[in-house]
């Protein structure tokens, strides 16, 4: 048993300094030393941003449903409009979501939706904009009905 024990960490024991022994613990054995708390030196650790807010795996969906497509077009924004253009996009897919927990969708408002967010582009042309807003309605009520229910 003396073969296992491989590192010795000095601890205060009063005046007095002790070195206790760390146990390594073979993969198989139960209480691997993963399980087991061992006392790390204090170093000042960077301070790390805040993490951003996890987004739910249906929203991603949806944002990407409604990115598919308008690429160069939203290239064509400036800056300003980029952001209030993506902001909106964002309200939009968080509205999206929440139709989609009711039991009944009226079609014909996610429609608008979309289409009314799709408007804010430069120079698209009448029927583009319907077919993508078309397109992108089927695509998220296809998402209803694959049976990827979105959970309240």
Do not use: C
Request: hydrophobic content about 35%; glycine content about 4%; cysteine-free.
């Amino acid at each position: 048993m003396t073969e296992q024990f491989e590192k010795k960490l000095p601890v205060d024991k009063g005046a007095e300094r002790a070195e206790q022994p760390i146990e390594a613990l073979p993969e198989t054995m139960p209480g691997k030393a993963e399980d087991q708390e061992v006392a790390q030196p204090s170093t000042p650790s960077p301070v790390a941003p805040p993490a951003a807010p996890t987004r739910d795996e249906e929203l991603v969906m949806i944002e990407s449903i409604l990115s598919e497509d308008i690429y160069v077009l939203y290239n064509e924004l400036s800056e300003a409009k980029k952001g209030e253009f993506r902001r909106r996009g964002e309200e939009v897919a968080v509205e999206i979501k929440q139709m989609l927990r009711r039991a009944k969708i009226k079609i014909h408002d996610l429609y608008e939706l979309i289409r009314n967010w799709l408007l804010m582009l430069p120079k698209i042309n009448r029927f583009f904009l319907e077919q993508e807003a078309k397109l992108k309605t089927d695509k998220v009520l296809q998402l209803k009905r694959s049976g990827q229910e979105i959970e309240k």
